[in-house]
T-cell receptor, first 115, second 114 residues
Framework: QQQVKQSPQSLIVQKGGISIINCAYENTAFDYFPWYQQFPGKGPALLIAIRPDVSEKKEGRFTISFNKSAKQFSLHIMDSQPGDSATYFC??????????????FGQGTILTVHP | NAGVTQTPKFQVLKTGQSMTLQCAQDMNHNSMYWYRQDPGMGLRLIYYSASEGTTDKGEVPNGYNVSRLNKREFSLRLESAAPSQTSVYFCASIRDSGSNQPQHFGDGTRLSIL
């Protein structure tokens, strides 16, 4: 059962534009929401993460927006660059108990930024 | 600093063959994980080891076994490979599974089963 749903599956943006990727989760026990960036032939690498006690987190051109009541969170990439072309995964996990740091991933979004 | 190292990087097997995927981390992390990545499915957890000496099933464990050889190494074994196990396999590690921290991933093993 997929507990984190991600959309869109693919996204094409012009250089300088805004890329937006959305995720929705079901498990209210989730309390950590990371985004991973993956380049071809490489493993996923942490891009930015948020905890549900804040509604927004910004790091450079990357911003996570979090809506706890709607159980949704999104990644915004401002001034998108060709070097941002990659696959992006949202994920969720919960600390403590029997969770053991296990991540539940969304399906992934292939982002292409045209020059 | 190598981080998480996976071997081999590529492998082609015939149906019914067995194989072990190796993973080692040099960050003194306690917890390790095996995922498989398939198009449109994201990454799905196969097995994990919360600490040295323990292993447990994830979301898709059927057809796989694991061994936490020591704190550094966590291997994944396919006893009788099937075409449905064609995938990219990623190993990851985390210092302490009791608190939310980013997982560190290797660069994967690309496995094809003919």
């Amino acid at each position: 059962q997929q507990q984190v749903k991600q959309s869109p599956q693919s996204l094409i943006v012009q250089k300088g534009g805004i890329s937006i990727i959305n995720c929705a989760y079901e498990n209210t026990a989730f309390d950590y929401f990371p985004w991973y960036q993956q380049f071809p032939g490489k493993g996923p690498a942490l891009l930015i993460a948020i905890r549900p006690d804040v509604s927004e987190k910004k790091e450079g051109r990357f911003t996570i927006s979090f809506n706890k009541s709607a159980k949704q969170f999104s990644l915004h990439i401002m001034d998108s660059q060709p070097g941002d072309s990659a696959t992006y995964f949202c994920a969720a996990s919960s600390a403590g108990g029997t969770s053991y740091g296990k991540l539940t991933f969304g399906q992934g979004t292939i982002l292409t930024v045209h020059p | 600093n190598a981080g998480v190292t996976q071997t081999p990087k590529f492998q082609v097997l015939k149906t019914g063959q067995s194989m072990t995927l190796q993973c080692a981390q040099d960050m003194n992390h306690n917890s390790m994980y095996w995922y498989r990545q398939d198009p449109g499915m994201g990454l799905r957890l196969i097995y994990y080891s919360a600490s040295e000496g323990t292993t447990d099933k994830g979301e898709v464990p059927n057809g796989y076994n694991v061994s936490r050889l020591n704190k550094r190494e966590f291997s994944l074994r396919l006893e009788s490979a099937a075409p449905s196990q064609t995938s990219v396999y990623f190993c990851a590690s985390i210092r302490d599974s009791g608190s939310n921290q980013p997982q560190h991933f290797g660069d994967g093993t690309r496995l094809s089963i003919l």
